[in-house]
């Protein structure tokens, strides 16, 4: 049981450049979840998904893309990188019972130049 | 909306101190409160949980009780270890909807 795994760990992009971060969970999990991470600001939700085929928008979901076409996989993309987007990257998934936790990828991080 | 505050850092303490992070929140109804802890590199791990009033969680040491007279879940540990050295961070997840709602993390230097 690997629980989340995210590919990759470390990427360097250059502006305008695009990419995809691919989350897999195998607990099977209904909701999942992508993350940023930048210091002093905490964790802020970029997209989420309720259940295969399903997505909504988070908090910053500017510049990104995600689709959810297996129960299993959350991709993440950017299709046009800025230096804004550099950051650490956190993929979560959830059971969907109320009280839940949820349970945390080891995060990508990308440097965007 | 639904939100969290914990207590900023960086909070240094030496071995075997007393350690208390603060966190509030605003919240409708009852949600669920959560600790996680975030070692360097990895990602975020839960530490504890409460599901509803007077709950404690409790694990390693670490305990919190929900408080909804004070909208409040403070971290304590009664003797750190430099192993406890990490960022905490304080978090809800509301009874209805799909989001949790997370603080700023509270950053935690445990010194021998």
């Known amino acids: 049981n690997a629980g989340v795994t995210q590919t990759p760990k470390f990427r360097v992009l250059k502006t305008g450049q695009s990419m995809t971060l691919l989350c897999a969970q195998d607990m099977n999990h209904e909701y999942m979840y992508w993350y940023r991470q930048d210091p002093g600001m905490g964790l802020r939700l970029i997209h989420y998904s309720v259940g295969e085929g399903t997505t909504a928008k988070g908090e910053v979901p500017d510049g990104y893309n995600v689709s959810r076409l297996k129960k299993q996989n959350f991709l993440l993309g950017l299709e046009s990188a800025a230096p804004s987007q550099t950051s650490v990257y956190f993929c979560?998934?959830?059971?969907?019972?109320?009280?839940?936790?949820?349970?945390f990828g080891p995060g990508t991080r990308l440097l965007v130049l | 909306g639904d939100s969290v505050t914990q207590m900023e850092g960086p909070v240094t303490l030496s071995e075997e101190a007393f350690l208390t992070i603060n966190c509030t929140y605003t919240?409708?109804?009852?949600?669920?409160l959560f600790w996680y802890v975030q070692y360097p590199g990895e990602g975020l791990q839960l530490l504890l949980k409460a599901t509803k009033a007077d709950d404690k969680g409790s694990n390693k040491g670490f305990e919190a009780t929900y408080r909804k007279e004070t909208t409040s879940f403070h971290l304590e540990k009664g003797s750190v270890q430099v192993s406890d050295s990490a960022v905490y961070f304080c978090?809800?997840?509301?009874?209805?909807?799909?989001?949790?709602?997370f603080g700023t993390g509270t950053s935690l230097t445990v010194i021998p």
């Open positions: 979560a998934s959830s059971r969907h019972v109320g009280g839940e936790t949820q349970y």
């Open positions: 919240a409708t109804g009852y949600p669920s």
């Open positions: 978090a809800l997840r509301p009874n209805t909807g799909n989001q949790f709602y």
